[in-house]
């Protein structure tokens, strides 16, 4: 194996096994668990992976989880119904709304109307507010865990070139703050940013989260630059490549990320993460 490999399994491991020895202690002392649900409208095929991936993590670390499925034309109005019976349950400290929502629900109201106390994925205004002012609060699991990775392997952020391709208000823009909040200088391009290229071979650090299949390539990265890859897209043959094209970009980073198992585990942790914080903070 590759030892330029960031590897999000193993870090998974390493942080699920502490989440589990958590979640024992405090079955033990208050005979209750930490309790996640899951929310998921319509038949969204990876939707239905995300949430069956999410429920096995669950039981792994001890987490109790329910999953509520709803048909592809529920209401708005239903969606809220559930969401108000979720914030009031008491042994649900997490409420995750699988996204994307059909086109028909407005998607901003209903992350709006989770409880920022139960939101786990980081998405409600009052979390990403406070991720913005650089307060602890619950931070969005994807940049959460890219960051938890850099940790691990001991990565300096701090004064580096990052570039983050994307701006998403769950990848993009959570990922930016955080690799400010090291310290990083920080560059976000988009689709309408000139010069891609140049600007990722100035790249110490780069975070691919723009969903085009092997977008960044070799030319484009500068020797022993890290690289984040964020993409999951699958290819008419059925691989599953990253955003990054793993094999030509491997030789000239310092350290990769595979596609799969590398930030798609972590994300599911940090989730995890997410939802014992909730439990700890309901309690205390
Ligand atoms: N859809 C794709 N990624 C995510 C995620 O991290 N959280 C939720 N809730 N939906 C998603």
């Known amino acids: 194996m590759s030892n330029k490999l960031i590897d999000g399994k193993v870090v998974s491991e390493k942080i699920r096994g502490e989440i589990k020895i958590s979640v024992d202690k ?19 095929g990876p939707s239905q992976i995300y949430v069956r991936n999410k429920r096995k993590a669950c039981e792994n670390v001890g987490i109790y989880s329910e999953e509520h499925k709803m048909p592809e034309n529920t209401s708005e109005d239903e969606l809220l119904k559930l969401i108000d019976k979720l914030n009031n349950q008491e042994n649900i400290n997490g409420i995750l709304i699988q996204l994307p929502l059909p086109k028909h629900i407005n998607e901003t109201k209903i992350l709006n109307s989770v409880n920022p106390d139960k939101d786990v994925d980081g998405f409600h205004p009052v979390n990403a507010g406070n991720l913005f002012e650089g307060k602890p609060s ?17 990565l300096d952020i701090e004064g580096k070139n990052a570039v983050v391709l994307g701006r998403s208000n769950i990848v993009g823009k959570p990922a930016a703050i955080l690799l400010l909040q090291k310290n990083a200088t920080v560059t976000v391009c988009h689709s309408r940013t000139k010069n891609i ?7 110490d650090i780069i975070v691919a989260a723009i969903g085009r299949a092997k977008y960044v390539t070799k030319s484009m990265v500068k020797k022993d630059a890290i690289v984040i890859d964020v993409g999951i897209n699958r290819l008419e043959t059925g691989k599953l490549v990253g955003d990054v094209d793993f094999d030509e970009v491997h030789d000239i980073a310092s350290m990769i990320t595979p596609v799969p198992g590398g930030v798609g585990p972590m994300t599911i942790t940090m989730l995890l993460w997410n939802t014992l914080k909730s439990y700890e903070n309901s309690i205390s």
């Open 26 to 44: 405090l079955k033990k002392k208050n005979s209750t668990v930490p309790g996640l649900a899951a929310v998921l409208v319509g038949e969204d």
């Open 138 to 154: 619950y931070i969005a699991c994807t940049p959460h865990g890219i960051i938890k990775m850099l940790e691990h392997y001991e």
């Open 197 to 203: 290229e140049e600007i990722l071979k100035n790249a």
